[in-house]
């Protein structure tokens, strides 16, 4: 069970939430879940639900590879190119099976670090081409030193999952060469059973993206909704992170129930100072599809203010039993449906530790 303060706590086990300079509590954990049955986890699925697989990753098979990722992590962050780094890694010993065929700066992108391209060949043979990873920051936030590294394929924000499979596939196996330690999922056989029963099918992993989110930092409310897969798996490889995770019908309720309740007046007064913005958010709310359209939107400041930055709803969604905890070794998984049905989350890094953590989306083979 994990409960929720505002104001830290008399407890050896408390732990700050803090995200991009905001102080938003303490959570604390009794103790920790058992690992669910086979059916339970359906039936999550099945139910739009985030659901936690705890200490399921071999960690001390992996270990090796953990260290030399925090390494490449800390060589990016200290200025060295991608590019020499990767060439550099040679115990990286199937990045022979993509050569390395373009550097791109990313001068364009505020939160890009760089990007590398690659082709896939075997025996003299191009199996795709045009791959890429790329490493960016999470945030604006000057004192959040989050990263992640994202590997796709074509033109950035038009590749297509459902598409061009094949390129997909590729890409995937790009971040297994880079990232050896992708084996905590691609290989794990509860997963991968789990998966199986999910999907109706073997599962395939795409759309990969390794984080490592960093003190301070963590991602704010989305979801991860995308044409051609059902959903997300992450695993919690190094640190710990605390995540908020429900689906966006129940998201859409308790907004209404925590804006539409007056003991929670002075709370988003807090982060919603101006009249005319409660006034706007008090119109949303008494339209739940306005409301569910306006989530979608690129620019939603009015339910940021709310989801990302007040301590109450934070505390409202914990009581509400949406939160895990993911410690070193745990897996979530996230049904992403489609729009009207997926499952929102937000993360916080938690201690002082970059975490590392690996995101994949899933979808049937």
Known sequence: MIKYSEHKPVSADARMLQRRGWQLGWIMQE???ALPEATMVAEAWNDDAAVMLP??????????????????????????????????????????????????SEDHDDQGLEKIYFDAEQDDELLAEGLWCKASWLSFCDDDASVRFRFSFGME????????????????????????????????????????????????????????NAPNGGAQMHHDVERGHDGVVFAQLSGATFWLALSKPRLIDELTAFVSDPAHAAAVAVVMPEVEDREKLAALIADRAALSEYMEEPDHELLEAIMDRSPDFIGHLVGRGYAHVLEAGDVLLMPQRDLDNCVWHCVFCLGDEAGEGLSFAVRPA
């Open 31 to 33: 103790d920790r879940p």
């Open 55 to 104: 200490g399921v990753i071999p960690l001390a098979s992996l270990q090796a590879d953990i260290d030399r990722a925090r390494d490449l992590m800390e060589q990016a962050l200290s200025g060295a190119e991608l590019a020499d780094i990767f060439e550099d890694a040679d115990h990286l010993e199937n990045m022979r099976t993509f050569p390395l065929v373009g550097v791109s």
């Open 157 to 212: 924000g038009f590749e297509d999952v459902a598409a061009d499979p094949v390129s997909q596939h590729w890409a995937g196996e790009l971040c297994q060469a880079v990232f050896p330690e992708s084996r905590a999922i691609t290989e794990n056989s509860l997963i991968l059973d789990h998966l199986r029963h999910l999907l109706g099918g073997e599962p395939a992993f795409v759309e990969r993206i390794v984080y490592f």
